[in-house]
């Protein structure tokens, strides 16, 4: 037996990337196939260590490029396997091809990306475009406000994506050098309580059961190729339950509770931000800043954005006294209205036909700073928003011009 190193709740000072690996080696996933990719390397070389010191059980694959490592992963997942990777910008876009084998063979791999920008130009620093470019290849995606969060949500993702009603990838984002480098408190769970929560792998379909041989990896022609899309789609729509009850089992276990999305102050809302990631902490402590003078602004952080939870969003909107939306886009999307998240809110609007008057912030592009006086000068155009002053519909915040 692997030996025990956490027994009792623990509270350390950790970075983004020093909690992942942590839950990793509490995990003990029987394959972990990686490359290093910065801001991600770090990450796999704290695990390279548990592996080394046999704090885990896994093989260790170090691979020669990112399509390699979720190929691994793939392969692994298919005999069976509990299979985790990590990447970060430019590993996740060199995996495209293969994120969608993962999630078409429906096989529950986890994954961590340490969101970073993508290139031209070059840029090693944090923002959310690789997974927002990678939001239509089948993978459930969670992101997360801080080191903790990482924590726990990759304990949450394994039983996400191995119950049985998903068997659908999982990919878990927290920003670049803002939370996978930067030290926080957090709170780490006792070993076997993770082991016992995440449970036996219990594989289906696997390539090593000799004695009920199936097929993976055929071709589907024009006769069957939909219908498999369309198991994926309902696969996905079950993810939406399954995602909340892993967090309500884990509120049962650790005491904290996991929803689709966070609202913070938003009962009594004149006007709400909507944001994912490391921001909606700076977001939080500006919203207390501004509410002294009067100024009721409320944030949905989001937690879950495939499936994204439309209705919830929808849901904390209503139940506010909402005047005017500032979304914001730690993503581009080129050649569209505004962001990807600006456009997921919309589409949240028009299923419940209604409507707020919502403008976009697109900031913290390839690491940009964005501070509370950013966020205030958000808030004020939200405001003159509401007030019926024309603002652009796009807006970058701590742009030079």
């Not at 130009?121 to 239509?136: E, K, L, T, V």
């Not at 996978?180 to 995440?198: G, K, N, Q, T």
């Not at 919309?346 to 419940?352: H, K």
Request: charged residues 25%; aromatic residues 8%.
């Amino acid at each position: 037996m692997r030996p025990e190193v956490i027994k009792e709740v623990t509270y350390v000072p950790y970075s983004g990337n020093m909690a992942a690996a942590e839950a990793m080696r509490q995990i003990n996933p029987d394959v972990v196939a990686a490359y290093p990719i910065t801001p991600q390397t770090e990450l796999m070389q704290f695990f390279a260590d548990f592996v080394a010191n046999g704090l885990v059980d896994t093989e260790y694959i170090p691979v020669e490029s990112e399509h390699s490592a979720m190929s691994a992963c793939v392969g692994a997942a298919a005999a069976g396997a509990r299979a985790m990777t990590a990447t970060a910008g430019p590993g996740l876009a060199y995996m495209w091809e293969v994120l969608g084998i993962a999630s078409g063979m429906r096989l529950p791999v986890v994954m961590t990306v340490v969101n970073r920008a993508l290139s031209a130009p070059i840029n090693i620093h944090g923002d959310q475009s690789d997974m927002m470019g990678a939001r239509d290849q089948g993978w459930i995606m969670l992101f997360s406000e801080n080191a903790e969060e990482q924590y726990d949500n990759l304990i949450q993702a394994i039983k996400i994506a191995e119950d049985e009603r998903t068997r659908l990838p999982v990919m878990v984002g927290m920003d670049g050098f803002v939370v996978s480098h930067a030290i926080d408190r957090v709170r780490l769970l006792p070993d076997r309580a993770v082991e016992e929560f995440v449970g036996e792998n219990k594989p289906m379909y696997s390539l090593l059961d000799v004695d009920n041989p199936v097929t993976h990896g055929a071709v589907a022609m024009t006769d069957s190729y939909m219908e498999f899309k369309r198991q994926q789609r309902e696969a996905m729509l079950h993810a939406y339950k399954v995602i909340r009850e892993v967090g309500e089992a884990f509120a049962d276990v650790f005491g904290k509770k996991y929803e689709h999305i966070e609202t913070y102050k938003t009962d009594d809302a004149d006007y709400i931000l909507i944001i994912i990631g490391s921001t909606a902490g700076t977001a939080k402590a500006v919203i207390d800043k501004v509410r002294e003078k009067g100024v009721k602004v409320g944030l949905i952080k989001i937690r879950t954005f495939r499936p994204f939870p439309y209705y919830d969003v929808m849901d904390a909107i209503a139940a506010s006294n909402c005047k005017a939306i500032g979304v914001f886009d730690r993503a581009e999307t080129f050649g569209g209205a505004a962001g990807p998240l600006f456009g997921e809110v919309a589409t949240a609007m028009f299923l419940r036909n209604k409507h707020y008057p919502m403008i976009d912030f697109i900031y913290g592009l390839g690491g940009r700073d964005t501070n509370v006086n950013h966020i205030e000068e958000a808030i004020d155009k939200v405001m003159k928003l509401a007030a019926g002053e024309e603002i652009p519909l796009v807006n970058y915040l701590n742009l030079r011009e």
